[in-house]
């Protein structure tokens, strides 16, 4: 019920855009992007509550990444610059349960997980 898309290969500095389509049981008030690098755990990227107005994300991806919603369209991306080879991982589109408003940062607060969708940059 949620879809990733838009991974693939780019060369650091440059840009990709994630998009997470959603259907109406899964494009929840508080949606989050996480990521897994290989022999890593899985780690927040970034989350936005239904407004857009309240928007939290890892120091790692501040002032780089974004992250928006397309609530008509039941969409959530998150524009990805100024990549770095650290950037390289599994990115998982997730939401919270629907009756939760509060943005958290920790994998086992989210319920509805997406299969990831693979970023790898180059140096």
């Known amino acids: 019920q949620l879809q990733a898309s838009g991974g693939g290969l780019v060369q650091a500095g440059g840009s990709l855009r994630l998009s997470c389509a959603a259907s109406e049981r899964t494009f929840n008030p508080i949606m989050g992007w996480f990521r897994q690098a290989p022999g890593k755990e899985r780690v927040f990227v970034a989350a936005?509550?239904?407004?857009?107005?309240?928007?939290r994300y890892a120091d790692s991806v501040k002032d780089r990444f974004t992250i928006s919603r397309d609530n008509a369209k039941k969409t959530v991306y998150l524009q990805m610059n100024s990549l770095k080879p650290e950037d390289t991982a599994a990115y998982y589109c997730?939401?919270?349960?629907?009756?939760?408003?509060?943005?958290?940062?920790?994998?086992?607060?989210?319920?509805?997980w997406g299969r990831g969708t693979l970023v790898t940059v180059s140096s």
């Open positions: 936005i509550n239904w407004n857009g107005g309240g928007l």
């Open positions: 997730a939401a919270r349960s629907s009756m939760v408003t509060v943005i958290h940062t920790t994998p086992r607060s989210y319920v509805h």
